[in-house]
């Protein structure tokens, strides 16, 4: 099983470019999880999905979108990069409730010039 | 909202040194987890602790969850240079939705051979 992947590793984008980061997980996972990580702020919820079909926001939505057509991907999209938004993204899921486990794709090196 | 609090922010011991780290919660918790996140990795779950009271041992590792379930701590023993990383305790956000995280914002570790 490959876990959670993410592509891209990395992307550089200029200023109100859009693009979309894709997370992919193979343990029939019902929950899955958008984080953004920036020096000194731990690790911050975008969005978050618990099942096929549904989206919801986190503590730092905006400028983001997310999409989760099938169980197994969760996308998210940038429609206007800003230089805010350079950061480090990881997806992660998690087979139910908030006591099971999170695991965590590699991560998204996303710099927005 | 609810937060989670962890002292110190940066600790650099040398090697063979104990280590501790602590995660404070502004509300009681049903579980708390930590997660271990490697230079330039993504973040790994260690543990989770759900009774009051609770103590873990991991190796060299000993994970406590307090009385009152409002405070963790993570003590290392002996670190070694394979320790450096970012620790992280995450608990469960209250208020309904129990499947989010609310994560700290770590302490790194740094380990001098």
């Known amino acids: 099983n490959a876990g959670v992947t993410q592509t891209p590793k990395f992307r550089v984008l200029k200023t109100g470019q859009s693009m979309t980061l894709l997370c992919a997980q193979d343990m029939n996972h019902e929950y899955m999880y958008w984080y953004r990580q920036d020096p000194g702020m731990g690790l911050r919820l975008i969005h978050y999905?618990?099942?096929?079909?549904?989206?919801a926001k986190g503590e730092v939505p905006d400028g983001y979108n997310v999409s989760r057509l099938k169980k197994q991907n969760f996308l998210l999209g940038l429609e206007s990069a800003a230089p805010s938004q350079t950061s480090v993204y990881f997806c992660?899921?998690?087979?139910?409730?908030?006591?099971?486990?999170?695991?965590f794709g590699p991560g998204t090196r996303l710099t927005v010039l | 909202g609810q937060q989670v609090m962890q002292i110190p922010q940066y600790q650099h011991v040398q090697e063979g040194e104990d280590f501790t780290t602590y995660c404070n919660s502004s509300t009681t918790l049903s579980n708390i987890q930590w997660y271990k996140q490697r230079p330039g990795g993504h973040p790994v779950f260690l543990i989770q602790?759900?009774?009051?009271?609770e103590v873990k041992k991991q190796k060299r590792l000993t994970f406590q969850f307090g009385e009152a379930k409002k405070n963790s701590s993570l003590h290392i023993t002996a670190t070694q240079t394979t320790d450096v990383g970012t620790y992280f305790c995450?608990?469960?956000?209250?208020?309904?939705?129990?499947?989010?995280?609310?994560f700290g914002k770590g302490t790194l570790l740094t380990v001098n051979p």
């Open positions: 995450a608990g469960p956000r209250s208020g309904g939705s129990n499947y989010k995280l609310t």
């Open positions: 602790l759900v009774k009051s009271g």
């Open positions: 999905s618990v099942g096929e079909g549904t989206t």
């Open positions: 992660a899921s998690s087979f139910g409730l908030a006591a099971d486990t999170q695991y």
